[in-house]
């Protein structure tokens, strides 16, 4: 009787002691936690939780660099912050059950991405896809797709015919991890960026803050950034490339790629290039998009913001209602210009949270006008005329920001002969190391 009680006793404090660890990762508030379950899931890459796999362990929310992007409620696992997961994977990693698999898109949001195998190969043999165009926004995932890329192509045979065994076009995260991979394994290649080293970022916002984590790059050593501003990130890239003696190309647009019997070539700038193997590192922004009204032709109308400080006291209209959009407006406020943001719907909800809340806050202190919903008709050279509720009206304006988005490259890699596919919240071929 006393070994029986004794057990008893033993699985009490067991489940007491289950039921304190699980606290830890509960929100303080429940009824916070439902309403942001309700929000739908971004397009970018983020996890999905089998519920009926889940034991409710907490694993995943620890692992979870991110605050508040997963929580235990009724004892399971659930995203309860969906817009502020950027892929880190790790809380895949940490399930022991196998309850989290990450994917990308929403069975409402489909998101178009090339179709490739889990080395990162399209269905057009010697092309190959890897960072955001593939649905990877992290930087540290993007860098360690790039290199798990070209080692695969330095375990194939080589073959002679070509003047390069790989040209990697773009040099963003993954263009940067590919080349560097590429040195290290001794290969033939050649690196073409369009504009200048540092892709996607180098349309971000002057001391903009960009996500990362730590990665050992060939060549260089460990770069042990987790939140970095997009300055200081820069200016690291350049430290590596400086150490490793890599060589990118920059301003050099690839224009056409054709199929050869030896490989392919490449066309950039004028020039021609052969190669037996292609590695597409391009990101999602694109071509910008553009209004499409009179006077955009304007000098000034921009597609990005590089110095705020530029436009001190000047009147900017800021054109868009997602996340770049509204830390465009809050960095113009914060240097002294006269901020107006038009957006087409009545409300902004494409935008993160905290973002969200700081333009309501500076909505409300008078430090930004808001036109909502309200849509660009004319732009002159002192005026911006839109169109508020169905009622036309001109403001005084020295310079439209316009921050819609972009075009993306896919006409592109059809040209090519690139099947694309629209996943609903599937899964990404190919791995992802965490």
Excluded at 49 to 71: F, H, Y
Excluded at 205 to 228: C, E, N, S
Aim: hydrophobic fraction near 40%.
């Amino acid at each position: 009787m006393i070994g029986f009680w004794f057990i008893v006793g033993i699985a009490a404090l067991v489940i007491i002691w289950n039921q304190r660890r699980q606290k830890k990762f509960l929100s303080p508030d429940r009824r916070a936690q439902n309403a942001a379950i309700e929000i739908k899931a971004p397009p970018s890459l983020h996890p999905f939780i089998d519920t009926t796999r889940c034991i409710g362990c907490g694993s995943c929310v620890k692992a979870c660099p991110e605050q508040n992007v997963l929580a235990l409620v009724n004892m399971q696992a659930a995203l309860v912050q969906a817009d502020h997961c950027v892929g880190h994977g790790k809380c895949e990693t940490a399930c022991p059950v196998g309850a989290i698999t990450l994917v990308l898109g929403t069975h409402d949001n489909g998101v178009e991405v090339p179709v490739t195998d889990e080395f990162f190969e399209t269905n057009v043999p010697g092309v190959y896809v890897v960072g955001e165009l593939r649905g990877i926004g992290l930087i540290r995932n993007s860098l360690l797709q790039g290199m798990q890329c070209v080692e695969r192509l330095a375990a194939l045979p080589q073959r002679n015919g070509t003047a390069y065994d790989v040209i990697i076009v773009g040099a963003g995260p993954a263009g940067l991890g590919a080349t560097l991979q590429a040195a290290a394994k001794k290969l033939r290649y050649l690196t073409l960026e369009q504009e200048d080293i540092g892709g996607t970022i180098l349309k971000y916002p002057r001391q903009k803050i960009v996500m990362t984590a730590p990665v050992h790059l060939p060549g260089y050593g460990k770069i042990h950034f987790r939140d970095v501003r997009k300055e200081d990130l820069l200016a690291t890239w350049e430290k590596i490339i400086k150490k490793t003696g890599v060589r990118i190309h920059t301003k050099k647009r690839v224009e056409k790629i054709v199929a050869t019997g030896a490989g392919f070539e490449v066309s950039a700038a004028g020039e021609k290039y052969l190669t037996r193997h292609i590695i597409l590192a391009l990101g999602r922004r694109g071509t910008p998009r553009q209004l499409g009204v009179p006077g955009e032709h304007l000098p000034k109308v921009i597609y990005q913001l590089d110095d705020p400080r530029e436009f001190a006291g000047r009147q900017c209209l800021v054109v868009g209602g997602g996340d770049s959009a509204l830390e465009c407006a809050l960095l113009l406020a914060g240097a002294g210009a006269q901020v107006t943001i038009s957006y087409r719907q009545k409300n902004i909800t494409r935008a993160k949270p905290r973002n969200r809340q700081m333009i309501e806050a500076a909505i409300n202190t008078r430090q930004i006008r808001a036109l909502l919903p309200s849509q660009v008709k004319t732009i002159t050279a002192t005026t911006v005329r839109l169109e508020i509720n169905g009622v036309e009206k001109s403001i005084p304006n020295d310079a439209v920001i316009v921050m819609a988005g972009g075009i993306l490259p896919f006409e592109f890699l059809k040209g090519i002969g690139i099947a694309m596919r629209t996943l609903r919240g599937e899964p990404l071929s190919g791995k992802i190391l965490v």
